[in-house]
């Protein structure tokens, strides 16, 4: 496919030598070779002179002059996707696969699958996107989005999502917020866990350093039952579950089962254990920093009311995933019950089933990953949605800056955001492993990135020291997923 320029060239019988020399990602980072057009200026000293001044000159080197300022890195109508690639990249203890989508001119998009979840959902759209232009992400996402799920199985095409975005940004110059619309703000607040200490001063010397170095204004904290394991008279049918196990999925244990199913209940004795460790956290931070909290354990929505009537005095946030987001019944149940905001939407696939629990009234905030939710631009329809019907919206998240920046664009571009989750303050190499033109975060707000796309470029050297031990492939090539095809259409 010739570009409009291509084809006044070939008009005037002219060839253009740059359009043939676009090297591969690979080899410079997305970038062309050295213009032929500049060389030619270099080698005949006459690059300051006017176009008047060649006027005894070949047709060849008039046009060579009068483009020499023309943007050729992208022509948007004659891009096309021509491969992807991956590189599964250490997030402190979690894989985070981040894919490349490179195109015919040279420049590239990054994105990333969902913290934990495997490349191979995103790999498996290869096929059916090669050839298409980056930059209709709607029309490639509707093709793609019956290839997701609920959690982790959300994370190829949200990857895919974002990588267009950034794509879509690179070749109009602009960044991605500004395709979603404009932005509402210069910084995101972000919020981040209360961190665990070895002992009370240790603990509070670690609150302090969240709140007055680093300048978090927004804290979680987790008070789940497993902090009850082994005390006598806190919880009934924990002799039979190990309450202690939530992050396992084996079939019949504990952590595999769905909370209304355990049938664990918290007693008097529990309740006090729970909230002493809330009263604690208050006590350091005060009333002033919003609190949420998470992770409580598995239990069914009745034990759910309970523990939301006994923290009620300690004026938390919200009360996050008290149980599965699909019992949008159980939810509304909750949420009348109780006064503590409820939360939840981090393993929700699209907006449909946002829809049920915002029009239901089932939580008070919906909370999407956008690295689930469908990417960039359904986020914000979420987003939308929720806040014309008076629901606000915080946003998960655990990955890499990839993934995070694409969050930022997005809870820039929504109004009724407030806050994104920072879960890798901790991780010393995280703000490293990226190269931005602005810091990303500063004293607790990210920055709103101006440069084209999602403002990031990976930083080579680093993200190499930080692949999976068990999968040191760095955006090799893949032509195994090259012809991976079926009959995917839905209807007959």
């Not at 949200?158 to 404009?182: F, I, R, S």
């Not at 309740?271 to 069914?300: C, N, W």
């Not at 909370?367 to 990417?375: F, K, N, Q, V």
């Not at 990210?446 to 796309?453: L, N, Y």
Request: with cysteine; aromatic share 10%.
């Amino acid at each position: 496919m010739k570009t409009p320029s291509q084809k006044m060239l070939n008009k005037l019988g002219v060839k253009d030598p740059v359009r043939d020399e676009i090297i591969s990602p690979d080899e410079h980072q997305g970038q062309q070779k050295e213009n032929g057009r500049r060389e030619f200026f270099k080698k005949s000293a006459l690059g300051g002179m006017m176009l008047s001044g060649f006027m005894f000159s070949s047709m060849e080197d008039t046009i060579a002059q009068s483009t020499s300022k023309v943007n050729r890195n992208s022509s948007p109508s004659d891009l096309r996707i021509t491969d992807m690639r991956y590189a599964v990249v250490m997030n402190g203890y979690a894989r985070c696969p981040v894919i490349r989508i490179d195109t015919n001119q040279g420049i590239y998009g990054l994105g990333e699958v969902r913290d934990g979840a495997s490349w191979r959902y995103a790999m498996f759209l290869k096929s059916r996107i090669v050839g298409m232009n980056p930059c209709n992400v709607e029309m490639i996402f509707k093709r793609i989005k019956q290839f997701g799920f609920h959690g982790r199985q959300g994370g190829g095409v949200c990857g895919v999502e974002m990588a267009l975005w950034d794509l879509a940004g690179k070749a109009y110059n602009v960044p991605c917020y500004q395709l979603l619309g404009g932005k509402y703000r210069d910084k995101v607040r972000l919020y981040a866990d209360t961190p665990e200490g070895e002992n009370e001063a240790d603990f509070v010397a670690r609150i302090n350093r969240r709140l007055n170095e680093e300048g978090f204004t927004f804290m979680k904290m987790d008070f789940g039952i497993e902090l009850l394991k082994g005390i006598p008279g806190t919880t009934s049918n924990s002799n039979f579950w190990d309450i202690g196990r939530q992050w396992t999925n084996e079939p019949m244990t504990y952590g595999g089962t769905e909370h209304p199913f355990t049938q664990v209940q918290i007693t008097d004795k529990g309740l006090d254990i729970l909230t002493q460790r809330i009263a604690l956290v208050r006590e350091k931070m005060g009333y002033e920093i919003p609190l949420a909290s998470d992770h409580y354990g598995h239990f069914d929505h009745n034990n759910a009311i309970r523990l939301g009537r006994a923290v009620e005095k300690y004026r938390l946030a919200w009360l996050e995933d008290l149980i599965p987001w699909k019992f949008t019944d159980q939810w509304r149940q909750i949420t009348d019950a109780i006064e503590t905001p409820t939360l939840t939407g981090e393993d929700i696939y699209l907006k449909e089933e946002f829809i049920k629990l915002i029009d239901t009234h089932a939580v008070d905030i919906v909370h999407p990953d956008l690295a689930t939710s469908g990417g960039l631009l359904e986020t914000k329809k979420i987003g939308d949605y929720a806040e014309e019907r008076g629901v606000a919206m915080a946003m998960h998240f655990a990955g890499t800056p990839v993934s995070f920046m694409a969050n930022v664009h997005c809870a820039a571009a929504t109004q009724n955001f407030m806050a994104l989750e920072h879960h890798s303050v901790d991780v010393d190499y995280w703000m490293n492993l990226v190269k931005t033109k602005k810091p990303m975060v500063e004293k607790g707000f990210a920055i709103v990135p101006e440069s084209p796309g999602l403002g990031v470029e990976l930083n080579d050297e680093v993200v190499k020291a930080h692949l999976d031990p068990e999968n040191k492939n760095y955006f090799a090539p893949t032509p195994e997923w090259d012809k991976d095809r079926s009959w995917d259409r839905l209807w007959s």
